[in-house]
């Protein structure tokens, strides 16, 4: 049984692992997280009675604020999900995501060298790689080649993690997985944007030609990873996580309509995202090998299971549309 300091609890990955971590382990997990427009404490209505589990409302990148919580909780432990996590809102301004990506990760780290954490297990993105052509795969060698602001700042804090493993001899971990979706996840990325779009009889959105690919990966499969990685991973190493299900856009727009008995006539073609990565494809097998690790879901299966989630928690999502997911914390915690 451990201390399980784990940031970014409250968004979509981060609460998904919360959980998995209170079903399926013994382990005491503390949650901290700034509750940024991303967090939404509504996620875990189900653990928030656990008895192994407390949420601390805090900005990483405050390092005062972490000094007191590693000073209060002294995690054996820390599994760092917080981060500003839009492609597209890091075009737009991309200051959030220097400070909480690149100045929130290294507050942590100093924080968990100075309190002696054993263990740092940093959650990072295939998009680092760059983007891929038509063929071939990112392995855990393949050159950080990032080409948005967001893959930019979370490649710099994989720097900075590796620079604390090379001259502090820090036990981290670095994970690097593709696409997830699934349960919670904030309908600004593309599955849960257009199940709701879809739902709602709006159209849906789809950038340039649609021919983009992603490689599809459910959040429980990811997470399991993590898991993992965080248990019997070795330090200093980097760990790829994929779905090994490639899908062009359009054909996961247009699964998500025939899934919700919709016409395609809702498909709305938009101006491209500048600077839009072409294709993401992992090689996981490292992880396979080594950690014992394969993703569990099929993609049309998990699709199918995620469309009927949002079925069935319109509730959930339609609060985050109208902004009333933001009054919980208050409701629940207090006016803090
Ligand atoms: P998310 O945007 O849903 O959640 C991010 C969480 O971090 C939110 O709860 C937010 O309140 C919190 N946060 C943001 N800034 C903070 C700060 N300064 N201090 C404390 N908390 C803060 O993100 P997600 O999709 O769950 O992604 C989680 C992690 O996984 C990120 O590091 C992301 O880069 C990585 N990742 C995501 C994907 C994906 O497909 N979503 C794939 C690979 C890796
Ligand atoms: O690959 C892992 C990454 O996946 C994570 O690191 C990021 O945090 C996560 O946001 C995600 O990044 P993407 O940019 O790939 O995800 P997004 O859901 O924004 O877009 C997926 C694809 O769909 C991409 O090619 C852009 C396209 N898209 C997206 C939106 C929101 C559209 O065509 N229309 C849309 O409205």
């Given at each position: 049984?451990?201390?399980?300091?784990?940031?970014?609890?409250?968004?979509f990955i981060?609460?998904?692992?919360?959980?998995?971590?209170?079903?399926?382990?013994?382990?005491h997990?503390?949650?901290?997280?700034?509750l940024?427009?991303?967090?939404?404490?509504?996620?875990?209505?189900?653990?928030?009675?656990?008895?192994?589990?407390?949420?601390v409302?805090?900005?990483i990148?405050?390092a005062?604020?972490?000094d007191a919580?590693?000073a209060?909780?002294r995690p054996?432990?820390?599994?760092h999900?917080?981060?500003?996590?839009?492609?597209d809102?890091s075009?737009?301004?991309?200051?959030a995501f220097?400070?909480?990506?690149?100045?929130g990760?290294?507050?942590l780290?100093?924080?968990?060298r100075?309190?002696k954490?054993?263990?740092?297990?940093?959650?990072?993105?295939?998009?680092?790689?760059?983007?891929?052509?038509?063929?071939?795969y990112?392995?855990?060698e393949?050159p950080?080649q990032?080409?948005?602001?967001?893959?930019?700042s979370?490649?710099?804090?994989?720097?900075m993690?590796?620079?604390?493993?090379h001259?502090h001899?820090?036990?981290?971990?670095?994970?690097?997985?593709?696409n997830n979706?699934?349960?919670?996840?904030?309908?600004e990325?593309?599955?849960?944007?257009?199940?709701a779009n879809?739902m709602?009889?709006?159209?849906l959105?789809?950038?340039?030609?649609g021919?983009n690919?992603?490689?599809?990966?459910?959040?429980v499969?990811?997470?399991?990873?993590?898991?993992k990685?965080?248990?019997?991973?070795?330090?200093?190493?980097?760990?790829?996580f994929g779905?090994?299900?490639?899908?062009?856009?359009?054909f996961?727009v247009?699964?998500?309509l025939?899934?919700?008995?919709?016409?395609?006539?809702l498909?709305h073609?938009?101006?491209d995202?500048?600077?839009?990565?072409?294709?993401y494809a992992?090689d996981?097998s490292?992880a396979?090998a080594?950690l014992?690790?394969?993703?569990a879901?099929?993609?049309?299966?998990g699709?199918r299971?995620?469309?009927a989630?949002?079925q069935?928690?319109?509730?959930?999502?339609?609060?985050v549309?109208s902004g009333a997911?933001?009054?919980?914390?208050?409701q629940?915690?207090?006016?803090?």
């Amino acid at each position: 049984m451990s201390k399980i300091l784990v940031t970014g609890g409250a968004g979509f990955i981060g609460s998904n692992f919360v959980r998995m971590l209170l079903q399926g382990s013994d382990h005491h997990v503390v949650n901290v997280d700034a509750l940024t427009y991303a967090g939404n404490l509504e996620n875990l209505v189900d653990c928030e009675r656990h008895e192994r589990y407390a949420f601390v409302k805090a900005d990483i990148a405050d390092a005062a604020a972490m000094d007191a919580v590693f000073a209060a909780r002294r995690p054996d432990v820390v599994v760092h999900f917080a981060a500003e996590s839009h492609v597209d809102r890091s075009v737009l301004d991309a200051t959030a995501f220097v400070r909480t990506n690149v100045i929130g990760t290294q507050v942590l780290l100093d924080k968990a060298r100075v309190f002696k954490t054993q263990r740092f297990v940093h959650v990072s993105t295939d998009e680092v790689y760059g983007s891929l052509g038509a063929s071939g795969y990112f392995t855990e060698e393949t050159p950080i080649q990032p080409n948005s602001p967001y893959s930019a700042s979370k490649a710099s804090s994989d720097l900075m993690v590796r620079a604390a493993v090379h001259t502090h001899h820090m036990d981290c971990v670095i994970t690097r997985c593709s696409n997830n979706y699934g349960p919670f996840q904030f309908p600004e990325k593309l599955i849960p944007l257009m199940i709701a779009n879809a739902m709602e009889g709006k159209k849906l959105p789809v950038y340039g030609d649609g021919k983009n690919v992603r490689d599809w990966i459910h959040v429980v499969d990811h997470c399991a990873g993590i898991k993992k990685a965080m248990e019997q991973g070795r330090a200093g190493e980097v760990y790829n996580f994929g779905g090994d299900a490639e899908r062009e856009n359009l054909f996961v727009v247009k699964e998500i309509l025939r899934l919700l008995g919709k016409g395609e006539d809702l498909i709305h073609y938009v101006k491209d995202r500048p600077g839009h990565d072409r294709r993401y494809a992992m090689d996981s097998s490292k992880a396979c090998a080594t950690l014992g690790w394969r993703p569990a879901h099929t993609f049309e299966g998990g699709l199918r299971e995620t469309v009927a989630w949002y079925q069935q928690n319109r509730q959930w999502w339609e609060r985050v549309r109208s902004g009333a997911y933001q009054d919980y914390y208050k409701q629940q915690y207090g006016a803090r």
